[in-house]
C-alpha cells in the first residue's frame, strides 16, 4: 500500500516516513511512503511540512536629474516571486509616504493581492521640495505577507532612487 499527503497550498511537504512499533518502515518518495504490512501490523505514518513564505522584488527608476519645485516621475515595480499569493501590508516611499493613499499617484494597478509570479506597478509624481538634499536619494519599501489576514510571515524588500539636483544659471 502507499499513503500520500496532499500538502495545502502555502505548505511543502519536507519529509515522510511511517513505522511499526517504532522501528521506520517503508520507503518514502517525496509525499508518498510505500510499505506493505504483514496481517495485524499497525502501522503509523507522520508526514512533515514546512510554511513556504511569500518572496517579492521591488525596483524602482526615476529622473537623473531635477531641480527644486519641478515634479519627479518615479516608477514602482513590485514583483511576486514566490510560489504562492502575497497580501500587501504597506508600500511606502521614504519622501512621498504611504504610495497606496499618496495624492501624487499617477497610475497604480498594485490591489490588495499579487498572484506568484505577477507584478504590479505604481507611477507618481513627488515635487522636488526647497531645502532637498543633492542628490535627493529616496527608498521605496513594500511588506507583503503571506496570509490575507496579514498576520502571516512577512516579506518585504527596498530599491533607492538618487536623484541629481541642479540650480538653473542666470
Known amino acids: 500500500f502507499s499513503v500520500t499527503e496532499t500538502a495545502i497550498v502555502g505548505w511543502d511537504v519536507t519529509s515522510a516516513g511511517c513505522t511499526v512499533g517504532g ?3 517503508g520507503t518514502a518518495e517525496g509525499a508518498t511512503v510505500g510499505y506493505t504490512p504483514k496481517p495485524g ?4 505514518c507522520t508526514f512533515y511540512d514546512t510554511l513556504v513564505s511569500p518572496t517579492i522584488t521591488v525596483d524602482k527608476t526615476g529622473p537623473d536629474t531635477s531641480k527644486i519645485g519641478d515634479d519627479a516621475r518615479y516608477t514602482v515595480k513590485i514583483t511576486n516571486t514566490g510560489p504562492i499569493t502575497a497580501y500587501r501590508q504597506s508600500i511606502d516611499d521614504s519622501l512621498a509616504g504611504n504610495l497606496v493613499t499618496f495624492a501624487g499617484v499617477v497610475s497604480s494597478d498594485c490591489g490588495a493581492s499579487l498572484a506568484a509570479g505577477a507584478f504590479c506597478t505604481i507611477v507618481y509624481d513627488f515635487t522636488v521640495p526647497a531645502g532637498a ?4 536619494l529616496n527608498t521605496v519599501t513594500a511588506v507583503y505577507d503571506g496570509k490575507a ?3 502571516g510571515i512577512e516579506t518585504s524588500d527596498s530599491d533607492d532612487h538618487s536623484v541629481n539636483l541642479f540650480q538653473p544659471a542666470i
Do not use: F, N, R
Open 41 to 44: 501490523e499497525i502501522v503509523t
Open 133 to 136: 538634499t543633492d542628490p535627493m
Open 149 to 151: 489576514t496579514l498576520d
Open 23 to 25: 522501528q521506520a518502515v
